[in-house]
């Protein structure tokens, strides 16, 4: 409960810092008894959504639109996911990458939570529409960023022109950081997993930590640097491999 009225919540024309003081919970279409807590959405100016589903035992989610490919990705607890006739138990760290129109459902046990990115997919013409994706985080293998060890990235999905989303972990280790102020025609999604540090946004400085939500415009300059003792980490998404001309169609 806020006495005073601060926060570090703030929502600027080319990038929001969302935390968890500040996250307002309510249903959502194909969500059955799990509050949602929408983070990043096209009402913020984005063109994808993101969001955290807080499941109780019985809870279930399927999608509802047509056209709309889905990323989630386990927090806490474990999430029994039903798709193309099989059922998978997935926990913490692990993912699932559901292309558009693919009928699935997910259903919880017990207290469960996903972050969860929905988008529509456009097609590439001459190019094969995604299959369904099932991984571990953890298993992934990490490499260097731009040859710098002491950040690591890991690609939970494939890099080729039928996924038009990249979705990674980014690894920092105490006092580690990028090595350049970003700006890009990508626009992002972000979970701070564990640790925190400085982003900075715009022209705009902010301390960051785990349970935080960044929204990066395309274009919007981007910094980060890690601090405290222990390692640093986010997940972030990124739209890739298609010309922004579609978007004016």
């Known amino acids: 409960m806020s006495l005073t009225g601060f926060t570090r919540t703030r929502v600027a ?10 996250f307002v919970r309510a249903p ?9 807590i929408v983070h990043i959405s ?9 969001y955290t589903v807080e499941m109780e ?8 639109l047509l056209d709309i490919q889905r990323f989630a990705y386990v927090l806490e607890g474990t ?9 998978h138990a997935l926990g913490a760290h692990h993912y699932a990458y559901l292309p558009a129109n693919t009928p699935h459902r997910f259903e919880a046990a017990a207290r469960a939570r996903m972050v969860v990115f929905d988008k529509p997919y456009p097609a ?8 369904v994706v099932l991984g571990h985080e953890p298993d992934i293998p990490s490499s260097p960023l731009l040859g710098d060890e002491a950040p690591q990235v890991r690609l939970l999905l494939p890099d080729n022109p039928s996924f038009d989303m990249a979705v990674n972990t980014m690894t920092f280790a105490p006092g580690a950081h990028l ?42 300059p981007q910094w980060f640097g890690a601090l405290g003792r222990a390692p640093s980490k986010y997940l972030i998404y990124k739209d890739v491999n298609r010309h922004s001309l579609e978007l004016l169609s």
């Open 179 to 220: 090595s350049l102020v970003e700006t890009h025609v990508m626009e992002h999604g972000l979970l701070f997993l564990e640790g925190g540090g400085v982003y900075r946004l715009s022209d705009h400085w902010y301390t960051v930590q785990a349970g935080d939500v960044i929204w990066m415009a395309s274009y919007c």
């Open 57 to 64: 035992a019985g809870s279930t989610g399927e999608m509802t």
């Open 42 to 50: 096209p009402e913020l100016g984005a063109r994808f959504k993101m």
């Open 79 to 87: 999430v029994a996911l039903e798709v193309g006739g099989a059922r």
């Open 13 to 22: 024309p080319d990038h929001a810092l969302l935390t968890p003081d500040t």
């Open 124 to 131: 590439l013409a001459g190019v094969e529409v995604p299959s």
């Open 28 to 36: 959502l279409p194909g969500w059955k008894n799990t509050a949602c």
